[in-house]
């Protein structure tokens, strides 16, 4: 099993960036696909981007493309989110998950392990 907690989120104006921190507990993060959703007040969860176990593959919402930067790095068991040029509209919370399969899956349901989430705010 793994345990994800992230970090790294707060109020910003509209134009900021943040980047966001998920940690994972475990020796074998190395060995699961992580993926970032979001979650807006009365609205489903929404993929947001994802990558591979190695790191050689992205994923990304077509909302967030060109914005957001996903990377990891396995010997600090952990995964960012690099947002750039935020939007109102990305204010959610946002969470980190992981699972042991190799797809870059956008569906919420595939993914197995979840961390409390981080709230993003975005300013207009």
């Known amino acids: 099993q793994v345990q994800m907690v992230e970090s790294g989120g707060g109020l910003v104006q509209a134009g900021g960036s943040l980047r966001l921190s998920c940690a994972a507990s475990?020796?074998?993060?190395?060995?699961?696909?992580v993926g970032w959703f979001r979650q807006a007040p009365g609205k489903e969860r929404d993929f947001v981007a994802a990558?591979?176990?190695?790191?050689?593959?992205?994923r990304y919402a077509d909302s967030v493309k060109g914005r957001f930067t996903i990377s990891r790095d396995n010997a600090k068991n952990t995964v960012y989110l690099q947002m750039n040029s935020l939007k109102p509209e990305d204010t959610a919370v946002y969470y980190c998950?992981?699972?042991?399969?190799?797809?870059?899956?956008?569906?919420?349901?595939?993914?197995?392990?979840w961390g409390q989430g981080t709230q993003v705010t975005v300013s207009s």
């Open positions: 475990g020796r074998t993060f190395g060995h699961y696909t």
């Open positions: 990558i591979s176990r190695s790191g050689s593959s992205t």
């Open positions: 998950a992981a699972d042991r399969g190799f797809s870059l899956s956008s569906d919420y349901s595939q993914y197995a392990y």
